[in-house]
């Protein structure tokens, strides 16, 4: 019998249609993939899963027993469904233990037992195989470990299913590898996980089986090793989708941006060790520059310099051939740098505003008319132009940006950046979130501003999509250049060399 069944769950928003009859079955025990592009549909069957959002009609069956419309997400928690969202429900001035146990501490003659609570602390994070410090302030952990956090907290509430929204969306290679061994110890356990992701790799990896949504509607379900990834692509977009190669490059002679021996200590509130270590290179005119490396690699904290977020210690910055002194991110942008930075939420997303609004933000200036009145038309075709380019999928221009899926919220943002036909465009992680065929879009629209004569830097922890949509490739180790290679010459092995050991392979003797 099937630990969940969710049958033709509907579910309206002014103007849309988020489910038009979603469905999906999870045995126990199974990770299940729940698959599907932009808007299709997931993050709103996951709310209504977890009792974060109610539905308009369906009906919802857990561990044989109905379960009712209008349960709140900690009866759905007691029944056991647990969640764990991208940002996570945890209080950060407390420590691993007291997380665990908020609200639910052991008690002694009337007070809370912390020797009680550490040891079953203790014994949870054992059972997970983490050597997590169960007195360690949760403030003081990164991403990967408060995810952890997170899967203990879980398993302190007993849950049977354990859901997770794009897990692995913010961790570095060797934290995914480490969140796939736990989801195999939950598996192991009897636990069932509902895994959204548009990494299909990971699918294909972890995941014993899959349902598709499409526009809402529940599209196809089966067994994960009955199909490849291209068939996982075509059930999601309904056509197939080919990652498209960078097309040879009209570079100018001369370069927008030259960047000339830049260094940057880190502060004391930050991470140890230099930032950025005597940086060089320059970006022509067509051409796009990607930067590889790990997580920490010094990548984004060069972007911040360039967007004038952080000050450098050392080190010249050249546009068009003029030294620039950038003090601020509006100083970088009448300039003509313009960022688009990976993290959408905390930099720049006025989720209450309209799409057209939070579009055509930065733009204002070329779109005002003397006397500072806004030209809402040209905004309007300006959303236009975007929406067909990058699919944006959206019920009207003038909806908030807050009711987009997470996806497309990413576009807006690309696409309010692009509008500025900046001299320079950086894009960090411009696809993360985003489903394949959508990648695709946004390569074409990188492709399209280059050869307008924009110099594009791309940075990306997705090595395939570096490789494809890279005139030449930068690889960063520890705040340094370990290498710089063209991309017709570059392979994964090379470049994850270059990225982790800071040297390339030896080739094999002869
Ligand atoms: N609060 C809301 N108000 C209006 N529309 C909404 C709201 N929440 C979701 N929608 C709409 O419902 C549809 C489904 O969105 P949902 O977030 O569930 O998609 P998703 O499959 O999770 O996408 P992504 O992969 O981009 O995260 C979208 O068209 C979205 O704009």
Do not use: W
Request: with cysteine; aromatic share 4%; proline share 5%.
């Amino acid at each position: 019998m099937a630990l969940l069944e969710a049958q033709d769950i509907t579910k309206r928003f002014p103007g849309v249609v988020a489910l038009g009859g979603a469905s999906l079955r999870v045995e126990p025990g199974e990770v299940h993939a729940l698959l599907g592009e932009n808007g299709a549909g997931k993050s709103t069957l996951l709310k209504i899963l977890s009792g974060a959002q109610g539905s308009d009609g369906g009906h919802l069956t857990f561990d044989a027993k109905p379960l009712r419309p209008d349960d709140t997400p900690s009866q759905r928690q007691k029944a056991g469904i647990v969640t764990i969202y991208q940002e996570f429900n945890l209080q950060p001035f407390l420590s691993v233990a007291e997380n665990l146990y908020l609200g639910r501490e052991p008690l002694r003659f009337g007070l809370i037992d912390h020797r009680q609570m550490r040891a079953d602390a203790r014994r949870i994070l054992d059972d997970l195989g983490l050597s997590l410090d169960p007195d360690l302030e949760v403030s003081r952990l990164n991403v990967a470990d408060q995810q952890m956090v997170e899967i203990a907290r879980a398993m302190t509430l007993q849950a049977k299913l354990i859901i997770m929204d794009e897990p692995t969306a913010a961790l570095s290679p060797r934290e995914v590898d480490i969140l796939h061994r736990i989801v195999g110890t939950l598996k192991a356990r009897g636990i069932a996980v509902i895994y959204v992701t548009h990494r299909l790799k990971e699918v294909k990896a972890i995941c014993d089986a899959y349902t598709v949504l499409r526009d809402g509607r529940f599209v196809a379900s089966g067994q994960v090793s009955d199909v490849s990834i291209d068939d996982m692509v075509r059930l999601m977009i309904g056509r197939d989708v080919a990652f498209l190669k960078r097309p040879p490059r009209q570079v100018a002679p001369t370069p927008v941006l030259r960047i000339d021996g830049v260094s940057r200590r880190r502060g004391a509130h930050e991470a140890r060790g230099t930032s950025l270590d005597n940086i060089s290179f320059e970006v022509h005119a067509g051409e796009i520059v990607g930067l590889a490396g790990l997580v920490g690699a010094g990548r984004t904290d060069l972007a911040r310099v360039l967007y004038g977020a952080d000050r450098k210690d050392s080190g010249r910055i050249h546009l068009c051939g003029r030294a620039l002194d950038i003090q601020s991110p509006a100083q970088a942008l009448s300039a003509g740098i313009a960022l688009v930075p990976e993290d959408r939420k905390q930099q720049g997303c006025f989720l209450d505003h309209s799409i057209r609004h939070n579009l055509s933000l930065s733009g204002l200036k070329s779109l005002s008319r003397p006397g500072g009145f806004v030209d809402e038309g040209a905004e309007r075709r300006l959303v236009e132009t975007f929406r067909q380019k990058l699919r944006i999928r959206m019920s009207s221009s003038e909806a908030a940006i807050g009711t987009l899926s997470g996806g497309n919220q990413q576009k807006v943002l690309l696409a309010r950046c692009m509008a500025l036909s900046p001299k320079v465009l950086i894009v960090d992680e411009p696809t993360r979130g985003i489903d394949v065929g959508a990648k695709a879009d946004v390569h074409q629209v990188l492709f399209d501003m280059a050869s307008e004569g924009m110099a594009v830097i791309v940075i990306s922890s997705e090595l395939p999509e570096v490789m494809a949509v890279s005139d030449r490739i930068i690889v960063f180790r520890e705040g340094r250049i370990t290498g710089t290679l063209e991309a017709a010459d570059a392979d994964e092995e090379t470049l994850m060399a270059l990225m982790a050991t800071g040297s390339a392979p030896q080739a094999p003797n002869p």
